[in-house]
C-alpha cells in the first residue's frame, strides 16, 4: 500500500473520462492551476489512441483558453517518438504531461522504457512536477493495470485481464468511468489473487488529487470508490478459470466531491470545512 515515507514527491492528477464534456472545465481547470496557472507549460501525449488529430488539437485550445502560457502536443505512435530530441526538450521545459485516453496498453507498450518515460520518471520523483491521465491515461498509472474485462458480470479470472502498468503509485490499480459501466467485478477479481492491491475507481469527470505523502482529494461530478483489497478469504487458487471466485472482507469507501482519503492509515478523510 502506499506509504508516506516514500521518496516519490510528484503529483499525479487522476481522471476517469469526459472531462472535456464538461461546460464548467472543473478538472482541467485544476490540472492548468496545479501545473502553474498563467506559467504552466503543458505537454499533451496521445500515445494511448489511434486517432490523436481527434483529440489534440481540442485539448489545446483548451488549455491555453485556460490560461495556460504553453502548450505542446505529441501522437507518441510508436516507440521510436520517445527517444527524438524536440520533445524530450519539451518535457524538460513542462511543468506537467497530460495522458489523453485511449488504450492503456499502447500508452504502456509505446513509452515505457523509453528516453522520454525515464526523464518522465526522473522528473516526478524529483518532485514539483504534475502528471495528469484521463481514462486510459489514468488506468496506465498504477502499478497494476487492468487491459480487459466487461462490465458488469461475476468475479472470474477469464474475465479480466491484467498487466504491468507505470508505476507512478505503488502496489495500486486505477479504473476509469467506473461505475457507469459498472466495473466494480474487475477489481474483486483482481483483490482475489492479490490482496495487497489498492483499487480506485474513477466515474467520468471526476479526478483524484495524488500528492504522494499525502492525503488524496476528490473533485468533479461523481465519486471515486476506493477498495482496500486486503481480503479476509478467497478460494481463487482452487478455482478454475470460467469459475465464479469467492471472496470475502474487501473494504469499499466512496468518495463524492471535497473529500479525501488517507493512503497511510486507509481511512477516508471528511470536507475541511
Known amino acids: ?25 472543473e478538472v482541467l ?10 506559467k504552466a507549460k503543458v505537454l499533451v501525449v496521445a500515445a494511448a489512441t489511434r486517432e490523436p488529430q481527434q483529440l489534440l488539437p481540442e485539448y489545446r485550445r483548451i488549455f491555453h483558453r485556460l490560461g495556460a502560457e504553453e502548450v505542446w502536443t505529441n501522437a507518441f505512435q510508436d516507440r521510436a517518438a ?3 530530441q524536440p520533445l524530450l ?10 495522458f ?48 480487459s474485462g466487461p462490465g458488469g458480470g461475476s468475479v472470474r479470472r477469464s474475465d479480466v485481464q491484467v498487466g504491468p502498468g507505470l508505476g507512478f503509485i505503488r ?11 459498472g466495473r466494480v467485478p474487475r477489481f474483486l477479481t483482481v483483490f482475489a489473487q492479490n490482496s495487497q492491491v489498492l483499487g480506485i475507481g474513477l466515474d467520468e469527470n471526476t479526478a483524484l488529487d495524488v ?36 471472496l470475502s ?7 463524492p466531491r471535497d473529500y479525501g482519503f488517507d493512503p497511510a492509515t486507509l481511512q477516508i478523510v471528511r470536507p475541511s470545512k
Do not use: W
Open 1 to 25: 500500500m502506499p506509504e508516506r515515507s516514500r521518496s516519490r514527491r510528484g503529483r499525479l492528477l487522476l481522471v476517469g473520462g469526459s472531462e472535456r464534456r464538461d461546460p464548467s472545465l
Open 29 to 38: 481547470s485544476h490540472f492548468v492551476a496545479l501545473a502553474g496557472a498563467e
Open 82 to 84: 520517445g527517444e527524438k
Open 89 to 98: 526538450r519539451h518535457l524538460e521545459e513542462a511543468t506537467a504531461v497530460y
Open 100 to 147: 489523453t485516453g485511449g488504450d492503456q496498453l499502447r500508452l504502456t507498450m509505446h513509452v515505457a522504457g523509453t528516453r522520454f518515460g525515464d526523464l518522465l520518471r526522473e522528473r516526478h520523483n524529483a518532485g514539483d512536477f504534475l502528471v495528469g491521465g484521463t481514462s486510459a491515461g489514468a488506468v496506465a498509472m498504477g502499478s497494476v493495470m487492468i487491459l
Open 171 to 181: 502496489d495500486t490499480m486505477v479504473d476509469t468511468h467506473f461505475n457507469e459501466r
Open 211 to 246: 500528492k504522494l505523502g499525502e492525503e488524496f482529494r476528490v473533485l468533479g461530478s461523481g465519486a471515486v470508490t476506493i477498495f482496500d483489497g486486503r481480503v479476509s478469504f478467497s478460494n481463487a487458487a482452487d478455482a478454475g478459470d470460467h469459475d465464479i471466485i469467492a
Open 249 to 255: 472482507g474487501v473494504t469499499v469507501h466512496v468518495l
